[in-house]
């Protein structure tokens, strides 16, 4: 096989395994906030039961997070040597920013939010877990940072010839704000938050519909609903700024989004499809001048066609790109859908009654995982054949001295490794959900039922 095609494939890989945890850290995050946040202003002893719970499920998702992070950085060396030496001025500063705002924060605080339960204050617990909760996100927006650079380059200027030319950065903040960074890191933040939201809802749905810690299910329940209604509508408003900040970047990529081949006045928007590359048509529904209007506000705006560009600079992956993109999109929508039904029902007073609604949310957890996972393919293939978008593409960006067997034997390798941490994670996490908030047997924090199977029948 190709070696471009086997290092892309492995970096592929790893980045999208490792990308499990990263979100799910920043979501839990915000979640262990509130339900401590509740326990300092209410002191009901659930919410500090709650936050006591969750911090174990975030501390074992952080440490599979930062061992599979650990080995992109040595890809970037090993099999992506040219492109190593044409960002490395670019990415050496976000990711040295990356440590001195985001990480040292997080790790500074991380012993105190897993350790000083009963030995500090809770206020100044609550501080660290703040503290926590916020390197979370400070440390995906230098990573998001890198990765927008490469999506749309600002702030530089070329060094050097050929083999040896590289990125030299001329304004760093210019970097730091580039075209498409903001929008990417506020869709990656609430990305991130729905899928934290939904593994509470999960655990807690499942709870109650076998009977077990009702009372403080339904006040996870409650806050996790609550947040993944808000942000999900927010990812709505995200998700269109992001799509108009393509169509004016990345113009090519749009195009591959919704598979249009050719420029017309009236683009149209596809609700699903399948797109034929050979013969350039999309087969499935659509709003006649759909796309037209909501990225201008009118359905006669020119929108520019795949034809339009070099044909050696537009993705070939045209229906993985546009399946991609539209999975992402109809997950979104369901997230919107869904949340916003289950606040009419706990509005109602009918939430918790509604077994079938439960199992619902149990098994939507899985679906912001494959949404956040989506989004980042769409995104990376849509650029495609660009490494950093107009400047370098992927197949030169290689490293030159290793060849196909290599790659080929490392990524079976990480294949068995990584296979061997999701065993690890699922087991420990399914370890920690089994033994619950807190011990069953003790009547002091266990809530007082009746009859436990009137909530759920």
């Known amino acids: 096989m190709d070696v471009a095609l086997l290092s892309r494939i492995q970096f592929a890989f790893t980045v999208s395994f490792h990308y499990i945890y990263p979100p799910l850290s920043i979501g839990l995050g915000l979640m262990m906030v509130l339900m401590e946040g509740a326990y300092l202003k209410t002191k009901n002893k659930h919410y500090e039961q709650l936050a006591r719970f969750w911090t174990k499920i975030f501390a074992i998702t952080f440490g599979v997070g930062v061992a599979t992070g650990i080995v992109m950085e040595f890809e970037f060396g ?8 044409y960002v490395g001025d670019v990415f050496g500063s976000a990711l040295a920013a990356e440590g001195i705002f985001a990480f040292a924060l997080e790790s500074g605080f991380l012993g105190v939010l897993l350790f000083g339960w009963n030995r500090v204050k809770p206020v100044v617990h609550f501080i660290a877990t703040v503290g926590v909760w916020f390197g979370s996100m400070f440390s995906a927006v230098w990573i998001v940072v890198a990765n927008s650079w490469q999506q749309t380059p600002a702030g530089f200027h070329i060094v050097g010839d050929g083999i040896n030319a590289r990125a030299e950065i001329t304004d760093f903040w210019q970097m730091v704000f580039n075209p498409s960074s903001v929008d990417r890191v506020l869709h990656v933040w609430i990305g991130a938050l729905i899928a934290g939201a939904f593994l509470v809802m999960s655990v807690h749905a499942w709870y109650m519909l076998k009977g077990r810690y009702i009372e403080i299910s339904k006040k996870a329940f409650t806050i996790a609903l609550f947040t993944a209604a808000l942000v999900s509508v927010l990812q709505l408003v995200t998700g269109h700024s992001s799509a108009s900040g393509v169509a004016v970047n990345q113009p090519a990529k749009l195009a591959a989004f919704e598979g249009h081949y050719n420029s017309t006045d009236q683009a149209d928007l596809y609700v699903f499809g399948w797109v034929d590359h050979e013969s350039q048509k999309v087969v499935g529904p659509y709003m006649p001048g759909g796309l037209s209007f909501l990225l201008y506000g009118n359905f006669d705006t020119p929108v520019k066609g795949l034809n339009d560009f070099p044909q050696d600079e537009i993705p070939t992956a045209v229906n993985a790109v546009f399946q991609f993109y539209h999975l992402m999109v109809a997950f979104g929508l369901y997230f919107i859908a869904l949340t916003l039904f289950g606040l009419f029902m ?27 996972q989506f989004g980042w ?9 660009w490494v950093v978008y107009g400047l370098l593409k992927t197949n030169d960006a290689i490293s030159v001295v290793v060849n196909a067997d290599q790659v080929l034997f490392s990524l079976i390798l990480f294949t068995v490794i990584y296979a061997l941490l999701f065993i690890l994670f699922i087991y420990l996490l399914n370890k920690k959900i089994q033994a619950g908030p807190y011990d069953e ?3 002091d924090i266990m809530p ?10």
């Open 78 to 85: 090993t099999n992506w040597a040219t492109y190593s030496r």
């Open 441 to 443: 047997s003790d009547t």
């Open 377 to 385: 393919f769409a995104a990376e293939m849509g650029r495609q054949p």
């Open 448 to 457: 007082m039922q009746k009859n436990i199977m009137e909530v759920i029948e």
């Open 346 to 372: 706990w509005w109602r007073g009918k939430l918790y009654n509604q077994k079938w609604l439960l199992w619902v949310f149990v098994f939507s957890v899985i679906l912001p995982q494959l949404a956040n």
